[in-house]
């Protein structure tokens, strides 16, 4: 049976609109959040627009009661305070409101590169080989390619050719460049020359893997080239902006997709996603290797995660529609007890 379409509740907004970003940006900003908010309003849902200017969330929502409205949040964080992801959660909680997305504690935990992998690959999720980094000792460590990451960014920020590290002089020199430009630690992995999926899963109890995206890297002949940079999402133009391929859904046998499914699916638990999440995954040698995990995705009308959901049959609206949906189960108003 389907389940009973639900828009008892407002939905309020709540997106970043920092005056501190380029007037591009801002445009940018401003028509994405006009395409979002027009196609849940043309699901049945009343919306209304809140951006978030500053770090004075509490004032963004006075006025508004919690038990009359449900927060999309595609909020990336409060302006001025970094990796605040998990602020922005806990502060809607402490209002007492009920919100799309995962938990304070994932969003917070998903900035620790570090810690993620750990609990990845204590869970038995396939993941890497990996070690962080504080300082220039880098003495045992020994795969080669390796990959070098800020330990605590998301977004492709710091990963560009240069930091595909083919020994170890280039491994202590890329190293170095994290620690000084972006002053957190350094996140070093075996680099897996393979194919890399986009992988988008939403649900709760009953947990659905969306068609997978491929990254196709077939344009670049040097290791160094295939992988998504951070020119790859945000700066048309560049060489791997237009030179990466997506192919949704990615070509895949029964077989590598049930493996793939199985890996997402449990690294999706693992991790403690709630309501939606994406996962870069890697293939070599029969393994599917979780790279990195997203629970709060970008989920703009042209990304990945939108794509995957109209290749499953569902419009921009019905996705965004099904999200609201998943956190309305959540709240007290529609569904006094926990069906």
Same mark, same amino acid.
């Given at each position: =049976?389907?389940?009973?379409?639900?828009?008892?509740?407002?939905? %309020?907004?709540?997106?970043?609109?920092?005056?501190?970003?380029?007037?591009?940006?801002?445009?940018?900003?401003?028509?994405?959040?006009?395409?979002?908010?027009?196609?849940?309003?043309?699901?049945?849902?009343?919306?209304?627009?809140?951006?978030?200017?500053?770090?004075?969330?509490?004032?963004?929502?006075?006025?508004?009661?919690?038990?009359?409205?449900?927060?999309?949040?595609?909020?990336?964080?409060?302006?001025?305070?970094?990796?605040?992801?998990?602020?922005?959660?806990?502060?809607?909680?402490?209002?007492?409101?009920?919100?799309?997305?995962?938990?304070?504690?994932?969003?917070?935990?998903?900035?620790?590169?570090?810690?993620?992998?750990?609990?990845?690959?204590?869970?038995?999720?396939?993941?890497?080989?990996?070690?962080?980094?504080?300082?220039?000792?880098?003495?045992?460590?020994?795969?080669?390619?390796?990959?070098?990451?800020?330990?605590?960014?998301?977004?492709?920020?710091?990963?560009?050719?240069?930091?595909?590290?083919?020994?170890?002089?280039?491994?202590?020199?890329?190293?170095?460049?994290?620690?000084?430009?972006?002053?957190?630690?350094?996140? /070093?992995?075996?680099?897996?020359?393979?194919?890399?999926?986009?992988?988008?899963?939403?649900?709760?109890?009953? /947990?659905?893997?969306?068609?997978?995206?491929?990254?196709?890297?077939?344009?670049?002949?040097?290791?160094?080239?295939?992988?998504?940079?951070?020119?790859?999402?945000?700066?048309?133009?560049?060489?791997?902006?237009?030179?990466?391929?997506?192919?949704?859904?990615?070509?895949?046998?029964?077989?590598?997709?049930?493996?793939?499914?199985?890996?997402?699916?449990?690294?999706?638990?693992?991790?403690?996603?709630?309501?939606?999440?994406?996962?870069?995954?890697?293939?070599?040698?029969?393994?599917?290797? /979780? %790279?990195?995990?997203?629970?709060?995705?970008?989920?703009?009308?042209?990304?990945?995660?939108?794509?995957?959901?109209?290749?499953?049959?569902?419009?921009?609206?019905?996705?965004?529609?099904? =999200?609201?949906?998943?956190?309305?189960?959540?709240?007290?108003?529609?569904?006094?007890?926990?069906?």
């Amino acid at each position: =049976m389907a389940e009973q379409k639900r828009t008892d509740l407002s939905i %309020l907004l709540l997106h970043n609109l920092d005056g501190g970003w380029q007037p591009w940006d801002l445009q940018k900003a401003r028509e994405e959040v006009d395409t979002l908010e027009r196609a849940i309003r043309a699901e049945g849902h009343p919306v209304t627009n809140v951006p978030v200017h500053d770090s004075d969330l509490v004032s963004c929502l006075r006025g508004f009661d919690p038990g009359r409205h449900i927060v999309f949040n595609w909020c990336e964080g409060l302006p001025g305070i970094p990796f605040s992801e998990g602020l922005v959660a806990s502060s809607l909680e402490s209002l007492g409101f009920v919100y799309t997305g995962s938990t304070p504690q994932v969003l917070a935990l998903s900035w620790d590169k570090g810690k993620v992998k750990r609990l990845l690959e204590n869970s038995g999720v396939p993941t890497p080989a990996w070690r962080v980094y504080h300082d220039l000792e880098t003495d045992g460590w020994g795969t080669f390619p390796a990959i070098v990451k800020p330990a605590r960014e998301h977004a492709s920020s710091g990963v560009t050719s240069d930091a595909v590290a083919l020994g170890p002089e280039k491994l202590r020199a890329r190293i170095a460049y994290v620690l000084k430009h972006f002053r957190q630690p350094a996140l /070093v992995e075996d680099f897996i020359d393979g194919r890399e999926f986009h992988v988008s899963l939403w649900g709760n109890r009953s /947990v659905e893997m969306l068609p997978p995206a491929e990254m196709d890297f077939s344009a670049f002949q040097d290791v160094r080239d295939r992988l998504c940079t951070f020119e790859s999402k945000f700066q048309p133009g560049s060489r791997h902006y237009d030179g990466i391929r997506l192919s949704l859904p990615a070509p895949l046998d029964r077989e590598e997709h049930e493996a793939l499914q199985q890996v997402a699916q449990r690294a999706y638990r693992v991790m403690g996603c709630r309501d939606y999440a994406r996962f870069d995954i890697r293939l070599r040698d029969g393994i599917f290797y /979780v %790279l990195d995990v997203n629970p709060n995705p970008d989920i703009s009308s042209d990304t990945s995660m939108a794509c995957a959901a109209e290749v499953a049959g569902y419009s921009y609206g019905a996705m965004l529609s099904r =999200m609201v949906h998943l956190a309305a189960r959540r709240h007290p108003g529609l569904y006094p007890r926990d069906l």
